[in-house]
Each structure stands twice: as structure tokens, then as C-alpha cells.
């Protein structure tokens, strides 16, 4: 079967993690309730389009279960054999239902079309056909979440069913790393920047994905799973009051007004460190903490900071991996003529060109270095092939390397980093590079209180201010809890700041920062 096939396949431990425990639910839903008896609410969405996909695994592994094959029986044939139901709305986008009707036929799904609200429908449907439990595509986090488990009988009011919720534990960011490894379609409107998709009337393009175009004023929205933080998924769930969309919206969602959610389009930018050393802990990495700070004094946001291993390989799976998630990957460590250096080989390998002498480079490691540089001998002169830019300045030795949206920095201490971004950042000034936006500013505050008493609180503190990164550490177990808020609207972060000293009694809190 392809959908478990491509999953078991990936390196994502995560994803492999909630396959299993999703497709776990799946089968013991079936192994509870023939599946004539059993049926999957279907909307067209990115949730739904995921749980489709793991009913098509979960029907075929729970066959060949029975039938005792371990695996090797056949796909069962195309059919998919779970009634589905479609709650055809004339609010509903023309794209949803185009989707729809297109998975239908592809999957040859034996799919009831309801023309009524929900939960007439489902009494229609009910009353119509044995039905005793129904798939939902519902997640934690969502409205309709609350107080459901992954068996969940319907609400007191309600015809009776069991409710299962296969994806109920799953994030923003497992639902699409789904999608993209099994290369399975979904609804054409998430490559135009929407990433929670209700009605016509109450759903826009997500406003943290809009880009624009320096040369002119068009408006233009990167994908939905280029999205850095999950918890905006809903952010474009407001009601449309004008058709301006990106950063310039008259609507209002959580209380949040969408032109302070994006001051400017959200940039998001990874950071990989290359080095054996320290996975081995024999050197620690002080870099990455340093190159953060520097992208968020520049508005960007950095989603992820790994460590892969010296090997073309590892490299050329990690830069693979984000540099279609980001705008921009940053990656250090590895840059050299010893047998371990092999970032720029691995960049290579990930955008799928070969290495080749560049007679520029060369020459400016000639004049660095000497004669002990020529391009048969040093493996330093050779660049990945068609793919890469020499960003050159007078202060810089030898020319840092971009290749597409990826940049290999050659710094190995903080002053060196210093001295390089300073230099991208005075290039960016004229080739636009690297955009510079308003930059992030953070509020940090110190308190004896608990991590029990203060979870609460700040758990309600993130989903009423979504645009802010609200969060807690400790430098030690006996030390006090130091509570950060980062964000690019200072007023925004002064509101949640108070709001949670006020919940408290006075002097709970000190501001460090």
C-alpha cells in the first residue's frame, strides 16, 4: 500500500510515530464495528484529506490482518470502503468542493452528498443506514476538540455515535508532513496561502504568508506548510470586511487585529550546525544562539536550529529537508579542506547538481592560502555547479557561498560571525539578499512561583495572543522561573505581560529585561 509504504520509508521519527498510533485507533475502530457500520465525515480539507489517506492504510492493513497475509495481500482493489459523507454548503469555497468531487472519482469513494446543516444531516443519515461510529478529522486545538478522546460518543442532543478521532493528538506540523511524504493531492487553495479554510464568508489567506514583490505591489501568499508556528493556523479564520489581505486587513480575529499579526510578511530562516565534534559533546556549539539573535534583530524568525553529522549525506538530507520549508537555511561547520568538510558537497547533493571547479573561488583562495590551492588538488575550489553565488566584500577574506536560499557561512568563532553578518547584512542593503523587517523585541520577567501555578495561566496567555512567542525557563531547578515574551508589537507584548501579572498578587513578578 503506497500511503504506508512512503511512511515507513521517511526519516521522520515523529510522523512515524503518529502513522502508527493513528492507524493503531483506525483498526481496533474496525476490528469493533463491521465496516458497513462505520463511515468517515469528509470537508475537503487538509485534516480530512490526512484521514482519508489513513483509512485507505488502515482498511488495507486491517485486511490483510484478517486474511493473515502480513502485508502481501493485494490492495484490495481501488474501492475505498468506508461510506463517506460530504456536507455539500453553498458558503463552502468552489475549490473545497472542486477537490471534493476529484477525490471521489480518484478513490472511487461511495460518497452521500447532505445538503442540510450537520446535525440534521447526520440524523437524516443515521435514521437511513446502521451507521454506529464515524471517522472525524478533528485535532487538539480545534473548537470542536474540547473534552474528546480518541473514542468519543456524541454529545447528550445528538443522534447516537461513536465518535473517532484517529489524528485527535496530531500538530499543524504532523498533518503536513503527512501530506508531503506520502505526495498525496490536496486542495489547491493551501498553495495560495490559506491554512484553516471555513466558509467564503470567514476565511482569508493567512496574512504571516504574504510576500510582496519589491518591484511592484503584487500581493503574493507562499504555501500553507511553509507556515513556522502551528498555533496561527487559524489566523486567517476573520471575517472579510475589504479585499485587501496581506498585513492589511480590517478584521479582527481573538481580539488581534491582522495588521499587527503582520507588520510586514513573517520570514522564517533555519540554522544547521555540520559537526561530529559536537554530537560528541567534545566542543560546544556557540554559534547557533548568536546567529538567532542577529536574525530576529532583523525581523526573521528562526524555526528550527539542528546539528547533523559530518557526512554528505546527513547534510544533503537536512538542506533538502528545509530549504523548502524556509526562506532562508544558514549553515556553518564543515568548510575546509579536511576529510570531514563536507557541507558544500552536501548543499550540492541536496539541490541535485554535481561539483565543479569555479575559477573565481579558486583564485581567491590563491591569493589566500598560496600555491598550495590549485583546482585539481584542493577540493576547496570546487562549488555546486550552476546553482552558486560568491557574495563578495572588501572585508571579507574569501567570499561567502549562496546557493538558491541557503548560505554557508565559514565562521568558527563569535567574531567571525560578527564580521560576516555585518557584511551580508551591508550586501543585503544593496542586493536585497536578506530582508530586513521590523525586528522582533522580547519582555522577560522572573518569578518564585511554580510551574504548576503559572502553567495554567500561560497556556490561556498563547492562545489569546497568538502572534506572540510566550514561553519559560529555568537556568536551574532551584533558580526562579524566568518567563519571556518575544514578538514585534511591543504594546502587544505590554498587554500580555500585565494580563498575567494581574492574575496574580503583586510583586509575583520582576522584570529582568
Known amino acids: 500500500m503506497e500511503i504506508d509504504k512512503a511512511i515507513r520509508e521517511c526519516d521522520d521519527r515523529r510522523l512515524k510515530t503518529k502513522y502508527n498510533n493513528a492507524i493503531y485507533v483506525i483498526k481496533r475502530a474496525l476490528a469493533l464495528y463491521p465496516v458497513q457500520e462505520v ?3 469528509f470537508n475537503g480539507g487538509k485534516d480530512s484529506t490526512v484521514l482519508l489517506h489513513l483509512l485507505r492504510a488502515g482498511c488495507f492493513l486491517h485486511q490483510a490482518e484478517e486474511f493473515n497475509s502480513g502485508g502481501d495481500a493485494a490492495d484490495g482493489g481501488k474501492t475505498f470502503p468506508i461510506r463517506t459523507i460530504y ?8 475549490e473545497i468542493n472542486s477537490f471534493t468531487y476529484e477525490a471521489a472519482s480518484i478513490y472511487d469513494i461511495q460518497m452521500d452528498i447532505i445538503r442540510l446543516d450537520f446535525k440534521s444531516g447526520l440524523e437524516a443519515l443515521l435514521k437511513a443506514n446502521p451507521i454506529r461510529a464515524i471517522f472525524l478529522g478533528v485535532r487538539i486545538g480545534d473548537p470542536t476538540a474540547v473534552g474528546q478522546e480518541q473514542f468519543s460518543p456524541s454529545s447528550p442532543g445528538w443522534p447516537p455515535f461513536m465518535r473517532v478521532n484517529p489524528i485527535l493528538d496530531w500538530s499543524y506540523r504532523d498533518v503536513w508532513a503527512f ?5 498525496v493531492r490536496y486542495c489547491s487553495l493551501y498553495d495560495q496561502g490559506y491554512t484553516s479554510i471555513g466558509s467564503i464568508h470567514d476565511t482569508v489567506p493567512n496574512a504571516l504568508l504574504c510576500t510582496r514583490n519589491s518591484d511592484s505591489s503584487e500581493e503574493k501568499f507562499k504555501p500553507a506548510y511553509l507556515l513556522a508556528d502551528g498555533r496561527l493556523e487559524r489566523a486567517g479564520r476573520a471575517k472579510k470586511n475589504s479585499s485587501a489581505v496581506c498585513g492589511k486587513l480590517s478584521s479582527t480575529s481573538n481580539g488581534l487585529k491582522m495588521e499587527n499579526l503582520n507588520s510586514g510578511s513573517m520570514l522564517t530562516a533555519s540554522i544547521i550546525t555540520v559537526g561530529d565534534e559536537i554530537l560528541f559533546g567534545t566542543v560546544e556549539d556557540k554559534l547557533g544562539s548568536v546567529l538567532c539573535k542577529k536574525l530576529h534583530s532583523i525581523g526573521w524568525a528562526v524555526s528550527r536550529v539542528t546539528v547533523t553529522r559530518n557526512d554528505i549525506d546527513s547534510v544533503a538530507e537536512e538542506v533538502e529537508r528545509l530549504k523548502s520549508r524556509d526562506d532562508m537555511v544558514f549553515i556553518y561547520g564543515g568548510i575546509g579542506p579536511l576529510h570531514s568538510d563536507v557541507t558544500v558537497a552536501g548543499v550540492a547533493k541536496a539541490f541535485g547538481v554535481r561539483m565543479a571547479p569555479d575559477e573565481e573561488f579558486e583564485e581567491h583562495l590563491r591569493h589566500l592560502i598560496g600555491e598550495k590551492c590549485s583546482g585539481d588538488k584542493n577540493e576547496m575550489a570546487l562549488l555546486p555547479e550552476g546553482i552558486t553565488e560568491l557574495l563578495h566584500h572588501e572585508q571579507l577574506p574569501v567570499p561567502l557561498i549562496k546557493c538558491h536560499n541557503v548560505i554557508i557561512l565559514t565562521a568558527t568563532n563569535a567574531v567571525e560571525l560578527d564580521r560576516q553578518w555585518d557584511c551580508l547584512i551591508e550586501l543585503a542593503k544593496s542586493n536585497g539578499i536578506l530582508e530586513q523587517m521590523d525586528p522582533f523585541v522580547s519582555k522577560c520577567f522572573a518569578t518564585t512561583l511554580s510551574d504548576v501555578e503559572v502553567a495554567q495561566p500561560l497556556s490561556k496567555l498563547c492562545a489569546q495572543f497568538p502572534d506572540l512567542y510566550i514561553g519559560g525557563y529555568r537556568e ?3 533558580g526562579p522561573l524566568i518567563i519571556t515574551f518575544e514578538g514585534k508589537d511591543l504594546s502587544r507584548i505590554e498587554a ?3 494580563s ?3 492574575k496574580f498578587h ?3 513578578f520582576s522584570k529582568i529585561k
Open 39 to 41: 463511515a468517515l465525515s
Open 87 to 94: 456536507f455539500e454548503s453553498p458558503s463552502a469555497f468552489p
Open 179 to 183: 501530506l508531503l511524504v506520502s505526495k
Open 476 to 478: 536551574s531547578r532551584e
Open 496 to 498: 500580555a505581560s500585565q
Open 500 to 502: 498575567l501579572c494581574q
Open 506 to 508: 503583586p510583586g509575583a
